[in-house]
Structures are given as structure tokens and as C-alpha cells.
């Protein structure tokens, strides 16, 4: 009878013990979360028990989810931010230049008021570039853009796209080369979308590289088609590619004179939009080329 007493006596200790355990190990986690706010980058603790080291586990894991989303919305903000000021300086300084032709016009004072006149107007073009690719943006970055997802032959719609842009490629006496197989191969894509891709490829070639002369070339692979689009305009300095397709990021002002950092950004939504992927390279004295890798649709026969 003594033999079960004691036993009981040692069992209901234990318990007790555990259970003191278990309440100073919730009062450490309540601890832990009122200090969370000033230390939000610290993790939580716990010696033994094999139950409490996994709900632990699981805290510090929650934990790290939401200082990661965090992080992330505060780079959306901060990035937010910046274009706002970068794009509130590149409305400003056309729309000055513009208004101030403008009033030589209206004062009647301009000598050259043809030159204005086609000043004034290059000038209304930039804004409303600016403006497009700043919706367009927005609509990529809050998911209101809907893609109408279609079967095309790539070749084909390549070679309707290139000659969509042939009478602004001449006027900036620009040559176009183009190694277009005449296969079909078909791709799942966005005809608007891809005609984007490739139209703000040759903007970027025409604005920031200076180049005379762009190329495409399309291949196929055993599962992909690649779009190379090249030129010989000045080259991208080999630290600034891993950034080129970053909102916002702009190069080396000695390539361009104007940017807003946002139509490569745009190329690099639209070609993940199709399940593509984009990359480029430049060689100093050589070209750049941009790749997009697209998925085929392989016909049975």
C-alpha cells in the first residue's frame, strides 16, 4: 500500500512539474510576443519536451512567413514611392518644356514657329508614351490585365509584328534583320501582349542603345521556341544586366538620355504572363541580344 502511495505521490509530481513547465514556457511565449513589436527579427526559445519544441518550431515558422511578407510590402511601398517621385520628375520636365513653346506660340513671339510647332509635339508624344506605359504598368502590377490565349504560328506572327514597326525603323534609319524560318511552330500566347514584348524591345534598342542595325533570329528546341532580338547599339556594362528587367532600374544615363525604367519591366510581366522566360546579353563592341524562351505546342501528325 505504501509502495502506491508513493508511486502516486512521485506521478502526481511529475505532473505538477510539467505542467509548471508547460505554464512557464507559456509565459515565456507570452513574453516573447508583447517584446515582438521591438524586436521583431528574434526568434523563440524552448529547452525539453518534445510537444513544446514543435508548437515552437511552428511560432518561429509563422513567424518568418510574416516577417518575409512584410519585407515584401514594404519594398512595394518604398518602390511605390520612388516611382511616384521618378515619374512625377519625368512628367514634369516634358510638360514644362511643352508649355513653354506653347506660350512663345501664344505670345506670337517664337520666330521659328514651325520648329516649336514640332518641338511642342515630340514633346506631347513623350507624355503620352509616358502615360500609356504607366497604365499599362499599373494594370500588370494589380492583376487587371486579362490575356486572350491563343494557338499562333511564331514565325508568322514575328514576321507581322517586324513589319508593324518597319516605318518607324525607317524613319530612325534603323536596318532590320530577320532569320524567320517558314516552318509552322505554334505557341500558346497573347497576340497584343507579344506584339508589346517585341515593340518595347526595339524602343528600349532605339532610345537606350543608339543602334543602326536590330536583329531576329527565331529557333526552336525539342520543348521551346527562342525570339532573339539584337542590336549594335551601345552595350549593357555586364553589373547592370541582373537589374535591367526591374521596375524602376535605370541604366547608365551615358546610354539614354530619358527612361522611367519600366518597358523592360513590362516585357519581363508579359513573357511570365505566357509562361515564358526572358534574358539577355551584351557584349561591349558586339550586340545585345534578348531571348525569349517560349513553350511549343508540338502537333500530332
Known sequence: ???????????????????????????????????????????????????????????????????????????????????????????????????GYLESLDSQCAKNQEEYIHVAYRKALDLKELTDM??????????????????????????EVIIDHVPLLEKKQISVSADIPEDEWFVSLDKMAYARIIGNLFSNAIKHGKCSLIEIVVKRQEEDVSVFVSNNGFAIPEKELPFLFERLYKCDSSRS????????????????????????????????????LLPLIVRKK
Open 134 to 159: 504607366l497604365f499599362e504598368w499599373f494594370k500588370l502590377a494589380s492583376d487587371e490585365q486579362r490575356y486572350m490565349m491563343e494557338t499562333y504560328d511564331i514565325n508568322e506572327l514575328t514576321r
Open 1 to 99: 500500500m505504501k509502495a502506491l502511495v508513493i508511486i502516486l505521490t512521485v506521478v502526481r509530481v511529475g505532473e505538477f512539474l510539467y505542467l509548471l513547465h508547460i505554464r512557464k514556457q507559456l509565459a515565456g511565449w507570452l513574453e516573447f510576443l508583447k517584446n515582438l513589436p521591438q524586436a521583431p527579427m528574434r526568434n523563440s526559445f524552448v529547452k525539453g519536451n518534445r510537444l513544446l519544441a514543435e508548437l515552437n518550431f511552428e511560432l518561429n515558422t509563422i513567424l518568418a512567413k510574416s516577417r518575409g511578407q512584410f519585407v515584401k510590402l514594404q519594398q512595394a511601398e518604398n518602390a511605390s514611392h520612388q516611382l511616384l517621385t521618378d515619374l512625377s520628375h519625368d512628367v514634369r520636365t516634358p510638360l514644362a518644356s511643352l508649355i
Open 257 to 292: 538620355e530619358s527612361g522611367n525604367g519600366l518597358g523592360l519591366a513590362i516585357v519581363r510581366e508579359l513573357v511570365t504572363a505566357m509562361s515564358g522566360d526572358i534574358t539577355v546579353k551584351s557584349i561591349p563592341g558586339g550586340k545585345t541580344t534578348f531571348c525569349i
